[in-house]
């Protein structure tokens, strides 16, 4: 039996007068007409790719957050698929779940999805780390010898990978990108990638925090390649602490390291069901969200 949290969590979804659109192991999305969605983070966590019974007191409310805020701040470099997070203004079938959406949840503009993960990368780790250390390059490019773990790269890479609906996603060389949506558009989404990255982690790096990493997902809309889902999260991103990074190691993050780092210490085989967290590693948990939030924004979450 799921811990009892003193903060209450969002698990699941149900809004009867609202037509699901699609659900994934954090988001719930909706239809509210036949050019908007409805997007809903709930409170899941997920880990080694399966859903954990227990849910992260305010992680849904933390990745809107800071995704509204990285969809303003990008405002002049790409368009966005945001168009509100004012429940008031939801169409009335939504707006009548107001407390449940108030500050998880956004009114977007529905887009042709590119089936690309556009993945940019600063610093090397991760399933990038793997790969350099057997082939000395990651998705195809060739990296200098020598890297140790965590190190910066001399300048930021563009690593795509296909989107899995279940599982992993697995990294592709730029020519497969070519071969799935031709020549310019990946040039287009391979630059944009790395100008949206280079802004961020310039910007977040002056509030401490370094973005090793991050991923971000493109659709077409009228205004053309259009930034959609979330932007720059602890989910989305590698967020590591800039006053303790140590190359050569892996590094402390604002993410799921009390979560996996549980998970590795019972010994879980990483097979279904995934099992329950005690109070306090969702509570720290939790509080490296909101942290992370803090620190890139200045600002508490409101209540």
Known sequence: MSPQLLEPVLLRTDFPDLKLHASGKVRDVYQLDNEHLLFVATDRISAFDYVLETGIPQKGRVLTQISLFWFDFLRDLVPNHFVTADVEQYPAAAAKYADQ????????????MIPVECVARGYISGSAWQEYKATGTVCGIELPAGLQESNRLPEAIFTPAT???????ENIPFETVEQMVGAERSRQL????????????????????????????????????????????????????????QPGRAQESYDKQYVRDYL???????Q???????QDVARRTSEKYLEAYHQLTGRELDA
């Open 101 to 112: 959406l108030a500050g998880r949840s956004m009114m977007v503009r529905k887009a042709e």
């Open 163 to 169: 989107k899995a609906t279940s599982g992993h996603d």
């Open 190 to 245: 391979r630059d944009l990638t790395l100008k949206i990255y280079s802004k961020a982690a310039d910007y977040a790096r002056g509030k401490g925090i370094i973005i090793a990493d991050t991923k971000f997902e493109f659709g077409i809309t009228a205004q053309g390649i259009t930034l959609a889902d979330e932007v720059l999260t602890p989910d989305s991103s590698r967020f590591w602490p800039a006053d303790k990074y």
């Open 264 to 270: 590795e210490q019972i010994r879980w085989n990483k």
């Open 272 to 278: 279904p069901p995934a099992p329950a967290l005690p």
